[in-house]
């Protein structure tokens, strides 16, 4: 059976958002961290789910608190949960994201947050020599009814050393490249709600399988991986 979202996750965030202090927060922490508990079986119950059909070594449930050194924005705890799942390196390249938010605003993401400059320049390098094998991929039918387009930040041009006229310009000039899929309160707390992230996450595999390929060979298609 299941895990599932206690009910009492988005109604205690809502809470949190109306009095988002540390004096709230001290005297409700009890309930927070029972709450939390739960959510986290959840996923570590997706984490399960995963090792099925992929290899995940690690998962990483985020804390409450928010850093605020950076931040305009001074609140002090978050009003979600967030957690990563990340696949085993260096064969296995991406990873999977899953938030947990009230009022509509959860959703599962999935791809290349943050790659390294040099994974960056080996994408790139890639769609400029092919962009067949990528475009047949993410333009599939059945695909792109699961995760929709591919987004990212970008640059406004063409980065260094590429020509902002080449075909692939629109996939050459991200600087993420990242799927992600939106849930409704109604769909978190459903039963099956885990199957459904879990079924997602299945179908990304020919992106994830294409990219893994690229990040681990040079552009003659040579192993860059140590036997």
Do not use: C
Not at 51 to 57: G, L, Q, Y
Not at 76 to 87: A, E, L, V
Not at 208 to 214: E, G, Q
């Amino acid at each position: 059976m299941n895990e599932t979202i206690p009910r009492e996750t988005f109604s205690f965030f809502k809470r949190l958002e109306k009095n988002n202090n540390r004096d709230w927060f001290n005297d409700n922490k009890k309930e927070f961290k029972e709450i939390e508990a739960e959510v986290k079986q959840v996923y570590n119950q997706l984490f399960e789910l995963l090792n099925v059909h992929d290899d995940i070594d690690k998962m990483k449930m985020f804390r409450i608190y928010r850093d605020v050194r950076f931040s305009k924005n001074k609140l002090p705890y978050k009003t979600h949960f967030g957690g990563s799942f990340h696949r085993t390196k260096p064969k296995l390249r991406g990873g999977y994201y899953l938030h947990i938010q009230p009022n509509n605003e959860s959703f599962i993401a999935t791809g290349f947050w943050e790659p390294h400059k040099d994974d960056l320049l080996r994408i790139r390098k890639e769609f400029e020599q092919d962009d067949e094998d990528i475009r047949k991929i993410i333009n599939d039918k059945k695909f792109k009814t699961i995760w929709g387009e591919l987004v990212g930040d970008e640059v406004k041009t063409a980065p260094k050393g590429f020509s902002k006229e080449h075909k692939a310009i629109d996939l050459i000039k991200k600087k993420q490249f990242i799927f992600t899929k939106k849930y409704s309160d109604k769909e978190v707390l459903a039963p099956d709600f885990l199957n459904q992230v879990d079924k997602a996450f299945k179908a990304i595999r020919p992106y994830f399988n294409y990219m893994s390929d690229v990040l681990t060979t040079d552009l003659n298609g040579v192993s860059l991986l140590k036997d």
